[in-house]
Nanobody, 134 residues
């Protein structure tokens, strides 16, 4: 399973660090790319960022480039999303997710081209709320 934490209420320009803890994987945690998504009320789920299995490749939505940083610690089965210079439009429920069964995100080419599609992922956390006040 995946469990997110670290959400909360922050003022515009502030920072938060989200964590995604993985457990129960039959294959090692380092075998899976991990993505972060967010969903605001009335909007579709949006891909925010993804990190490859080793952590050597990362991708970001244009709306968060330069402000968010994704990282992972495979020894601890953890993925992090450092969010700086937060804006009110970042307000959403944030989810971490992975592709357990299809292997789509193993290949570097499909990772780069398909990471932001929610349909690729088949295991999701419960989400953590991030609220940015203006």
């Amino acid at each position: 399973q995946l469990v997110e934490s670290g959400g909360g209420l922050v003022q515009s320009g502030g920072s938060l660090r989200l964590s995604c803890a993985a457990s129960g994987f039959t294959v090692g945690f380092g075998s899976y790319a991990i993505g972060w998504f967010r969903q605001a009320p009335g909007k579709e789920r949006e891909g925010v960022s993804v990190i490859s299995r080793s952590g050597s490749s990362t991708y970001y939505a244009d709306s968060v480039k330069g402000r968010f940083t994704i990282s992972r610690d495979n020894a601890k089965s953890m993925v992090y999303l450092q969010m700086n210079n937060l804006k009110p439009e970042d307000t959403a429920v944030y989810y971490c997710a992975t592709d357990l069964s299809s292997g789509t995100l193993i290949d570097p080419i499909t990772l780069a081209s398909m990471w932001s599609s929610a349909t690729v992922y088949d295991l999701w956390g419960q989400g953590t709320q991030v609220t940015v006040s203006s």
